[in-house]
């Protein structure tokens, strides 16, 4: 990088938020081509259920732990040497994958790497991309901010999911499955490639003069707090994943795979529409109003559609929830970035990211049990209702700290 891309510039900040939401924008692209690819392209290689129920485990903790330690190293290494090397792990990843068929070896790829069954955001660029972007953004627009980082990648994952039907029609056109499959990790990894190329065009960040020792300083109460309510959301979040929505359409009304498949490219679209909405909100009643008294209707929602007695009303409920549920993901990551210190912003990421993932593990287990009972209705409302807890309990800690642009 040249001394001409570290000047600072009137166009600097622009630039470098550019950089970071396209480097999103590919690499949500290539998780949610992945998420879908990975199990299909494990059966093809001759591996169980068992096993493949294995290396995704693998995949979930692999990603946890290493956000987790992107979080610390982030408040006292260069972001974008970090960035790039995030990117360069990608590359690293697709490329094992579409070379390597061992199951032991398979597991430590899926361990080490960045491949992600979940298509979620528990990934080692989020906590690095929202310090940067927090970093070139005055705090009224910061939400604006993340609201069109957050609506990039929803729409790059819907996008990509929808490729993950491309080895299908190469094994039409004669390409052998296996190989078509292969394919789609080096695309995987070709994408790492385009996002460490947007890295590199961004400025050396190193961290704060000021930068305590520890990860965590003076906000570590609130970081710690708000770690806890969102693994509660997390945990009422994992009674009603998608693909037990999916299997609960299938099961309760019969819906069929495409018909499923067009509709939940159409909630994820709802989602990503609902960011700007949900930027203007917060504007007029504060972030954490917005998360709360978005998030209320939204599960009210969930358990209608739960106690619906015709397809055509439960869908309907399903994409109004859809519209409504995700709006506090941009106001959450603004807020969150709002009230720690700048050198802390990289762990309070990945704090407060890690935990919803590893909690969300748990409940998909008891919606299948209650699911081969033909109780149908108890996890949707059981998610709903934890959810609304976890938003009064979120309104009564934080309704009085506020972000700066509020007080």
């Not at 960040?205 to 693994?231: E, M, Q």
């Not at 959450?332 to 970035?337: G, H």
């Amino acid at each position: 990088m040249g001394g001409t891309v570290r000047e600072a510039t009137p166009q600097s900040p622009a630039r470098v938020n550019a950089c970071v939401i396209s480097a999103r924008a590919a690499r949500d692209f290539g998780d949610g081509l992945v998420a879908i690819l990975l199990p299909v392209y494990l059966t093809a290689l001759g591996h169980s259920p068992a096993e493949i129920g294995l290396i995704a485990t693998a995949a979930l903790l692999g990603s946890s732990l290493l956000t987790i330690a992107i979080g610390f190293a982030g408040s006292r290494q260069d972001h974008r040497r970090l960035l790039l090397a995030a990117a360069g792990l990608m590359v690293a990843t697709g490329i094992a994958f579409a070379s390597v068929h061992d199951f032991a070896i398979l597991m430590v790829i899926a361990f080490a790497g960045t491949a992600n069954p979940s298509a979620g955001n528990v990934s080692i660029f989020v906590p690095l991309e929202h310090a940067v972007l927090t970093r070139q953004v005055a705090d009224r627009d910061r939400t604006k901010l993340f609201a069109r980082y957050s609506f990039v990648g929803a729409m790059a994952a819907a996008v990509g999911s929808l490729a993950a039907a491309g080895p299908d029609y190469l094994a039409r056109a004669g390409l052998d499955q296996l190989v078509a499959l292969k394919a789609m990790f080096i695309v995987y990894a070709g994408l790492g490639v385009v996002g460490a190329a947007l890295y590199a065009r961004i400025p050396r960040l190193p961290p704060a003069k000021d930068a305590p020792r520890a990860a965590l300083g003076p906000s570590r109460r609130i970081v710690y707090k708000l770690t806890a309510l969102f693994s509660l959301d997390a945990f009422s979040g994992g009674f009603v994943v998608p693909s037990l929505m999916a299997l609960w359409l299938f099961e309760r009304f019969d819906l069929s795979l495409s018909t499923a498949a067009v509709f939940f490219f159409w909630t994820s679209v709802a989602s990503a529409f609902s960011f700007p909405v949900a930027v203007w909100i917060s504007r007029r009643i504060g972030l954490v109003n917005t998360m709360v008294f978005t998030h209320i209707p939204a599960s009210l929602c969930l358990v209608a559609a739960a106690l619906s007695p015709s397809l055509e009303l439960a869908l309907g409920l399903l994409l109004a929830r859809a519209f409504l549920n995700q709006m506090d993901v941009p106001t959450r990551s603004s807020y969150v970035m709002a009230v720690v210190s700048e050198p802390e912003r990289p762990a309070a990421a990945s704090f407060t990211s890690v935990p919803r993932g590893l909690a969300s593990a748990g409940p998909p287990a008891i919606t299948g049990a209650f699911f081969a009972a033909a109780l149908y209705a108890w996890p949707l409302v059981i998610g709903a209702g934890l959810k609304i807890t976890y938003d009064l309990l979120l309104l009564a800690m934080f309704r009085r700290t506020k972000p700066p642009e509020e007080q």
